[in-house]
Nanobody, 121 residues
Framework: RLEESGGGLVQAGGSLRLACVGS????????IGWFRQAPGRLREFVAA????????PYAASVEGRFTISRDNAKNTVYLQMNSLKAEDTAVYYC????????????????WGQGTQVTVSS
């Protein structure tokens, strides 16, 4: 099971840190991805991290502003989001797979319920 937290309302230029906590399995055995979905749009890749902390290239839209990290002792993956923009507004989901930090939605079978991030301009 995956559970996201940390979303909320923030002004443009601000920061938020999302957390994805895993339970019910051996968290360190999973690669974790962060995705987001804005109203009327498809779910899109944001960032992903492998079992040993190696990351996949970030989505171009967040490169240099977002950072993904993990703490396996806490069964948690974080997404630090800085310099937020109105276009970052979306529901953010974390997802897990047992292979690699893929950037494709279709490669993930386990998903959290999502956390809303709203950036006001």
């Amino acid at each position: 099971r995956l559970e996201e937290s940390g979303g909320g309302l923030v002004q443009a230029g601000g920061s938020l840190r999302l957390a994805c906590v895993g339970s019910g399995g051996t968290f360190r055995d999973y690669a974790i991805g962060w995705f987001r979905q804005a109203p009327g749009r498809l779910r899109e890749f944001v960032a992903a991290i492998g079992r040993k902390g190696i990351t996949t290239p970030y989505a171009a839209s967040v490169e240099g502003r977002f950072t993904i990290s993990r703490d396996n002792a806490k069964n948690t993956v974080y997404l630090q989001m800085n310099s937020l923009k109105a276009e970052d507004t979306a529901v953010y989901y974390c997802a897990a797979n047992t292979y690699a930090p893929y950037s494709s939605v279709d490669q993930y079978r386990r998903w959290g319920q999502g956390t809303q991030v709203t950036v006001s301009s």
